[in-house]
């Protein structure tokens, strides 16, 4: 199985990707992690005649903290995100997506920037990044825009990148403590995509209530999307288990998943509420102190 | 047109050339002759083409061969010693954990990447781990085992051979 033949770039510069894409239009495509483009291409869903390959780009590897953010170069592998000090101590929601997207190969490869761009409803990172305040930088000809991650996926394989542009960074904001996170993933084996996958970000007031709250949604719809009935719900106050209960209800109506190989409408909702109340539990505890490690359901 | 590929594979250095759609995992085996990489799903879901790539373990039929050009790749040749198994080897011989052995030279590197990160890895992470690869014949259990007896083999190895 081969791909179809292209021609192949390997730009050292975010500006002559800019100028390949200007030149050769819908025909050609970025290559980042091919984690995902590869394999289409492999089965002839994409055959792009131009090939940019972004991975000589130095400008856009590696991660750091920039005052209270996180900023990832859109070429930051899965892996590394795994491993990062920072990420593991500050994000721990992040470091639950980075151990359960894929498998260790595919994470070596595949880049952050990558999986926001190609937008899989299923994709670990669409989801877990829209429980946390996420920004998206893109470059142009007009150079440099930011926009929230809520904003750049608009629909399913579809984001708001026009045809000369590409992303170059995400940026993520630390939260500030007392808080914690977690991103819980259903899969139906092991390094698949998502059954269904729920992140809960929770910072914590004094007497034990949600001061804020964020719930993103992964593989129930189109797209990923914040619970934000169930949010409204808890924000304010303690949770009891009945709080739960009916928070829980609430992420289920929200979902909106289809039907496929992975399980049914009904399945999948159900699904919903369960990894909610266990993402929540986990958050809290880490909000608290505890160590918890990531759940591989 | 052909792009040229400069690489060194096993420590060995190559002056080649590769058609840009050619997958780093058929210009192993059809340009060098490293047949030991073997191609099982082609489309990133078995494991068994998996070499190293700059010391990072990576499936080969989802790189291209010219993004290989000035890496230093590793494969399942590049492990037994002057004609002497490597411990891993050893262990999955010594454990038969093999039948027909299409998945063994994706289960070897997948070993060796586990056990360089992590010296003395749980069944857990061993199981977590090498999810990534497929094995139609063995159930596993036999993998499992050999993994768990490299790391020890390697213990040894190691004060030797560093
Ligand atoms: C076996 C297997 C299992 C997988 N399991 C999972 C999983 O469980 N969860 C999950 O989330 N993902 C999974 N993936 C997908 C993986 O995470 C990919 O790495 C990711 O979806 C795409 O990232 P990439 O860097 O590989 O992008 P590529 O494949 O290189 O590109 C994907 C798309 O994004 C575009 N693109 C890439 N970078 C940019 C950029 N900087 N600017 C603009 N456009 C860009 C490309 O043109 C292309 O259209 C799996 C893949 C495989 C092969
Ligand atoms: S042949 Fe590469 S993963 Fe199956
Ligand atoms: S030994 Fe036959 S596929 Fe693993």
Redesign the interface.
């Known amino acids: ?8 770039f ?1 730009p050292g510069t975010v500006d002559e990707v800019l100028e390949l894409l200007a030149r050769h239009g819908e025909d050609a495509k970025i290559l980042a992690g ?2 995902s483009l ?2 289409m ?3 002839r869903i994409a055959s792009p005649r131009f ?1 940019i ?1 972004v ?1 000589r780009i130095a400008s856009l590897t590696g991660l750091r903290q920039e005052g209270d953010r996180l900023v990832m170069g859109a070429l930051c592998r899965h ?1 590394e995100v795994g491993r990062s000090g920072l990420v593991r101590l500050r994000l721990p929601l992040m470091a639950d997506a980075a151990s359960q997207t ?5 994470r ?2 595949g880049t952050v920037g990558g999986s926001l761009a190609h937008a899989d409803p299923a994709g670990d990172w669409p989801a877990a990044l829209l429980a946390l305040d996420t920004t998206v930088t893109i470059a142009g000809r007009d150079g440099l825009r930011t926009v929230p991650l809520s904003e750049f996926i608009v629909d399913a394989y579809t984001t708001q990148l026009g045809p000369i542009e590409m992303v170059t960074e995400i940026s993520v904001q630390l939260p500030k403590a007392p808080s914690g996170g977690a991103y819980v993933k259903f899969e139906k ?3 698949d995509f998502a059954v269904a996958s729920v992140g809960v970000q929770v910072e914590l007031a004094e007497g034990g209530q949600c001061r804020s709250i964020a719930i993103s949604l992964g593989a129930l719809g189109a797209m990923p999307t914040r619970a934000r009935a169930a949010e409204a719900l808890l924000l304010g106050r303690a949770a009891s288990p009945e709080l739960l209960t009916e928070a829980g209800q609430l992420v289920q109506a929200e979902a909106q998943p289809f039907a496929d190989t992975r399980g049914s409408v009904e399945y999948k909702r159900h699904l919903a509420g369960i990894i909610f109340r266990r993402a929540f539990a986990a958050a809290v505890d880490r909000a608290l102190g505890r160590e918890v490690e990531t759940l ?1 359901v | 047109m052909k792009l040229p590929v400069n690489l060194s594979v096993n420590g060995q250095a190559y002056e080649e050339e590769a058609e840009p759609r050619t997958l780093l995992v058929h210009f192993l085996r059809e340009r060098l002759g490293l047949t030991g990489t073997h191609v099982g799903c082609v489309v990133g879901e078995c494991g068994a083409c998996s070499v190293m790539v700059d010391g990072a373990l990576v499936k080969s039929c989802l790189m291209l061969a010219v993004q290989a050009h000035g890496c230093e790749v590793t494969t399942v040749e590049g492990l037994a010693q002057r004609g002497k198994l490597h411990p891993i080897q050893e262990a999955f011989v010594h454990n038969f954990a093999m039948q027909c052995g299409f998945c063994t030279p994706g289960f070897l590197m997948a070993s060796h990447a586990l056990l360089e990160r992590t010296p003395n890895p749980t069944e857990e992470q061993i199981r977590q781990d090498l999810s990534s690869n497929l094995c139609m014949c063995t159930g596993y259990v036999q993998i499992v085992e050999a993994v768990k007896e490299a790391a020890s083999r390697l213990g040894e190895w190691r004060k030797t051979h560093t």
Do not use: S, T
């Not at chain 1, 199985?1 to 192949?8: G, N, Q, S």
């Not at chain 1, 894929?102 to 595919?106: C, K, L, N």
């Open positions: 199985m081969y791909p179809a033949a292209f021609e192949y390997a091919g984690q590869i394999p291409m492999k089965l090939l390959d991975n892996a894929a498998d260790v190969q595919v070596n490869r084996r092991a390094g591989h």
